[in-house]
């Protein structure tokens, strides 16, 4: 199993950035693909950005493409979600989640596990 604790959200003003950082617990991080999702209210959760099991394999959602980067730290245990020239319509709580199972899994169904998720508000 792994625990998933999500940080790094808040208050920006449109155009700025963010760094959202999930830490797993564990011995085994570097055998997850993880992913990040959002939900705002009101609104199913929705895909954002998946990294595979060693970092590369990326894939985003196109309404996040050329704005947002997704990397990973196995020596950390950490998978991070870079968000830049955010937009209000980003506003939304975060989730980090993670998958043994999945490559490149946009489907939330497809993921194990989830964090508590982390609150992003974009102002306009």
């Known amino acids: 199993q792994v625990q998933l604790v999500e940080s790094g959200g808040g208050l920006v003003q449109a155009g700025g950035s963010l760094r959202l950082s999930c830490a797993a617990s564990?011995?085994?991080?570097?055998?997850?693909?993880m992913g990040w999702f959002r939900q705002a209210p009101g609104k199913e959760r929705e895909f954002v950005a998946t990294i595979g099991w060693s970092g590369g394999s990326e894939y985003y959602a196109d309404s996040v493409k050329g704005r947002f980067i997704i990397s990973r730290d196995n020596t950390k245990n950490t998978v991070y979600l870079q968000m830049n020239s955010l937009k209000p319509e980003d506003t939304a709580v975060y989730y980090c989640?993670?998958?043994?199972?999945?490559?490149?899994?946009?489907?939330?169904?497809?993921?194990?596990?989830w964090g508590q998720g982390t609150q992003v508000t974009v102002s306009s």
């Open positions: 564990g011995r085994t991080f570097n055998r997850y693909a």
């Open positions: 989640a993670a998958t043994p199972r999945y490559w490149r899994a946009v489907i939330a169904a497809n993921y194990d596990y």
